[in-house]
Nanobody
């Protein structure tokens, strides 16, 4: 299995930027489609962004499209999420997730992900 550890969360003012990272270990990172999800207090966990095994395909939730960018470095076993123009409604715990697969699809469905990190808090003040 793969172990995932997120970092980079924090407190930022509206309009600011943060870069989240997810370090993977344990298995061949390039065998996994990856995604970022978030969960705000009192709400269900929701999809944010996803990337294919090679990094050639990405997908974003409408709420973050144009503001967030997902990327990966398979040589370094790292997944990143660059978040710009942050809004108070982006406040949540952010999780990275991994889905082992043999194809090049982008996975946006939360139930398909097998492995999860512990999460990192992002707080955007108004």
């Amino acid at each position: 299995q793969v172990q995932l550890v997120e970092s980079g969360g924090g407190l930022v003012q509206a309009g600011g930027s943060l870069r989240l990272s997810c370090a993977a270990s344990g298995r061949t990172f390039s065998n996994y489609a990856m995604g970022w999800f978030r969960q705000a207090p009192g709400k269900e966990r929701e999809f944010v962004a996803a990337i294919s095994r090679s990094g050639g395909s990405t997908a974003y939730a409408d709420s973050v499209k144009g503001r967030f960018a997902i990327s990966r470095d398979n040589a370094k076993n790292m997944l990143d999420l660059q978040m710009n123009s942050l809004k108070p409604e982006d406040t949540a715990v952010y999780y990275c997730a991994a889905d082992r697969r043999s194809d090049s699809r982008v996975v946006v469905t939360i139930s398909q992900y097998d492995y999860w990190g512990q999460g990192t808090q992002v707080t955007v003040s108004s």
